[in-house]
């Protein structure tokens, strides 16, 4: 089994930075692509960001564009989101989420894994 464990997630004030780890365990996901998906109160699970590492492509959701960034550290097996210039309407659980091929996917329902989630609040 493949297992996703995110974390890094907080409080922080309007035009504050925060870093997100998601770590996995169980299997390599050096071929598997990587995203990040939130989800805020009474909405949908969205799309924030992913990595494609086959073709080391990156794709951003519009909200985010220019603020936050996805990267990787394959010798830890682990995914990152550095988000910086947060707004309140960032506020959301944050989910990590890997899919065993390669391609840009958005959507929840092509992704074979996901972690718990981690709280991330942005005060006006």
């Known amino acids: 089994q493949v297992q996703l464990v995110e974390s890094g997630g907080g409080l922080v004030q309007a035009g504050g930075s925060l870093r997100l780890s998601c770590a996995a365990s169980?299997?390599?996901?050096?071929?598997?692509?990587r995203a990040w998906f939130r989800q805020a109160p009474g909405k949908e699970r969205e799309f924030v960001a992913t990595?494609?590492?086959?073709?080391?492509?990156?794709y951003y959701a519009d909200s985010v564009k220019g603020r936050f960034t996805i990267s990787r550290d394959n010798a830890k097996n682990t995914v990152f989101l550095q988000m910086n210039r947060l707004k309140p309407e960032d506020t959301a659980v944050y989910y990590c989420?890997?899919?065993?091929?390669?391609?840009?996917?958005?959507?929840?329902?092509?992704?074979?894994?996901w972690g718990q989630g981690t709280q991330v609040t942005v005060s006006s």
């Open positions: 169980g299997r390599t996901l050096i071929n598997y692509a």
């Open positions: 989420a890997a899919r065993r091929t390669t391609g840009v996917v958005t959507s929840t329902r092509e992704y074979d894994y």
């Open positions: 990595f494609t590492t086959t073709g080391y492509i990156t």
